[in-house]
């Protein structure tokens, strides 16, 4: 079994002071300001505030010294790639609210970087039908476990909204939590500043409010 390496963060938002899973974090129900921490030649899917400062691809990789690449995880499962010299249609893709990028480090680690944004209350997700979303966890979420967040998801918006819950691992695997996987290592962490990728049941489902502090 591969033992994968902690991804870390810290955290500095506007307002009081709280210890998150994954780095030390001061949060607020307003603003953030991360520092994601990648190691040479690892992935990171990394959750943007729901209110940030980016439109396009391009930015965020821009913002990330030592990343290579920056993906976008499709509707389909697959990975559209943004990098240096990539063209610029499809794969410099826009950047939307409460979607998740996974980034890739160079040569180098990525530890540099700082993310900042705000918080947006009346955001709620939808969640399609037999396809998958990269959702951008709430830094201030309340769960810290991906059955958690599977279970709520079922009761909120019913059973067959969403089947799975998955991790995109520091090796560019996934890591699937569905009903009645194996605890370990499927009930994954919800790391700091860590997106979850979400495939929809048969139904979908929206209108998602995913809770936090």
């Not at 603003?31 to 980016?54: D, E, I």
């Not at 240096?84 to 979607?99: F, L």
Request: aromatic content about 12%; charged content about 10%.
């Amino acid at each position: 079994m591969t033992k994968y390496r902690m991804v870390r963060g810290v955290l500095a938002g506007l307002v009081g002071v709280a210890l998150l899973a994954g780095g030390l974090a001061t949060a607020s129900n307003m603003g953030f300001k991360f520092v994601p921490s990648v190691g040479a030649s690892q992935f990171f899917n990394l959750a943007l505030p729901w209110n940030n400062n980016y439109t396009k691809a391009s930015q965020l990789l821009n913002d990330l010294p030592n990343a290579d690449r920056v993906s976008k995880y499709t509707s389909s499962g697959a990975l559209l790639d943004w990098f240096h010299g990539a063209p610029a249609n499809p794969n410099n893709y826009t950047v939307a609210a409460g979607e998740a990028y996974i980034v890739h480090a160079g040569a180098s680690p990525l530890n540099t970087a700082v993310i900042v944004g705000s918080h947006n209350p009346n955001f709620t997700f939808t969640f399609p039908a037999n396809a998958f979303f990269n959702a951008a966890a709430p830094y201030h979420q309340t769960f810290t476990k991906a059955s958690q967040l599977l279970n709520d998801i079922g009761t909120h918006l019913g059973g067959n909204a969403v089947d799975r819950v998955s991790k995109y691992t520091t090796v560019g695997t996934t890591l699937d939590w569905f009903h009645g996987a194996p605890a370990t290592p499927n009930n994954f962490n919800l790391d700091l500043g860590m997106g979850v990728i979400i495939h929809g049941g048969s139904t979908g489902g929206s209108g998602y409010v995913w809770p936090h502090y």
